[in-house]
């Protein structure tokens, strides 16, 4: 085996190239393979050359004519990037897939304004009912309270009974819950607004003639939280 890579390494020239042709078999595709190595040597074999993994390796046909240019064998380095560009590119192509996806199915959903307006009095609608509930509850819990304050007046200075203070403690835990509620839904109210904002804004895009995808994700709007510390603004009703 080192005999017939030395004189495979040996061939040169026209004579060279149809010599070493000629060994792999009449009749067979071969395929030579050469380079310059560091030290400025030209070698050639049958295969890749290891010696020249960090250089181009051309890849010659049997009649010595370029068949391909073989690169270098990237570094760890270089692997890694070509890996992470790599990922970017399909986690473009993915985004761009699903916000074609996304805008075919919003023109297909609301074909006009007027479609796309009666959905969002809908989304609303339900929130405002369901605030509308807790509000109804929230009366009926302060109804609920006076005649338990009035009660408590006649232990002011006194310890009060168990059973009225739970029935305290208890209204007081149900009001805080319906008012958080309250603000919840009031946050909804907002979000949903201005999700069909965004929507609206795109749609117009789209009715105009802009190709589906060709404007990104459309981003999930998100509302003010309603336990930051202050109330979101209320939405007419």
């Known amino acids: 085996m080192r005999e017939r890579r030395a004189w495979v390494s040996a061939c040169r020239g026209t004579v060279g190239w149809l010599l070493l042709a000629g060994a792999m078999g009449a009749g067979h595709a071969a395929q030579i393979y050469t380079c310059v190595d560091a030290n400025g040597k030209r070698l050639t074999s049958d295969r890749p050359i290891p010696a020249c993994t960090d250089r181009e390796q051309r890849v010659l046909n049997s009649d010595g004519s370029l068949n391909r240019t073989l690169p270098p064998t990237p570094t760890g380095d270089e692997r890694t990037e070509i890996e992470q560009r790599q990922q970017r590119e399909a986690l473009e192509r993915a985004n761009k897939a699903e916000a074609m996806r996304r805008d075919r199915n919003l023109l297909a959903r609301f074909p006009n304004e007027a479609a796309h307006k009666k959905a969002r ?7 405002r009912k369901s605030i509308r509930v807790s509000e109804v509850r929230l009366d009926l819990l302060q ?13 002011v200075g006194r310890t009060m009974p168990i059973k009225l203070k739970q029935q305290i403690e208890g209204n007081d835990a149900a009001t805080d819950a319906q008012r958080s509620l309250v603000l919840n839904q009031q946050a ?10 965004a929507e609206l804004e795109r749609l117009r895009k789209l009715w105009s003639g802009a190709q589906p ?4 994700v459309l981003p ?6 309603a336990s930051s510390g202050s109330a979101p603004r209320k939405p007419a009703l």
């Open 213 to 216: 995808g060709s404007m990104g």
């Open 121 to 127: 009095e809908a989304a609303l609608e339900d929130t």
């Open 220 to 225: 999930r709007p998100v509302a003010p939280s």
């Open 188 to 197: 909804e109210l907002v979000r949903i607004n201005m999700l069909y904002d």
């Open 143 to 155: 109804k609920e309270r006076k005649p338990l304050m009035d009660e408590a007046e006649f232990y």
